[in-house]
């Protein structure tokens, strides 16, 4: 089984800044791609972030494009969300996810197959 966790979640201003944390554990060996999600109060959760284990290639949602980093240590089995110059928009409950399976889409919740409990985000204006 693979277990994920995310940490860092907390309370900020507009302008701020939060790094995201999230360890995988269990079957690493099979993670093949790691993502970011975040879900506001009645809103779907929609894609922020991704990254492959395999070239580190990146992937962002055009909302936080330019302002968001995600990073990752294979080492660790660990990925980091670095989230710059946030905005109340982007208050929401942040997931991890990994998807231990061959895919086409680093954007669509269905490549991933373990999920984090989610942590909370909130940006004052």
């Known amino acids: 089984h693979v277990h994920v966790v995310e940490s860092g979640g907390g309370f900020v201003q507009a302008g701020g800044s939060l790094r995201l944390s999230c360890a995988v554990s269990?079957?690493?060996?099979?993670?093949?791609?790691m993502g970011w999600f975040r879900q506001a109060p009645g809103k779907e959760r929609d894609f922020v972030a991704a990254i492959t284990w395999s070239a580190f290639s990146t992937y962002y949602s055009d909302s936080v494009k330019g302002r968001f980093t995600i990073s990752g240590d294979n080492a660790k089995n660990t990925v980091y969300l670095q989230m710059n110059s946030l905005k109340p928009e982007d208050t929401a409950v942040y997931y991890c996810?990994?998807?231990?399976?061959?895919?086409?889409?680093?954007?669509?919740?269905?490549?991933?197959?373990?999920w984090g409990q989610g942590t909370q985000v909130t940006v004052s204006s």
């Open positions: 269990g079957r690493t060996f099979s993670s093949l791609i």
């Open positions: 996810a990994t998807g231990i399976r061959r895919f086409s889409q680093q954007r669509s919740r269905s490549t991933y197959d373990y």
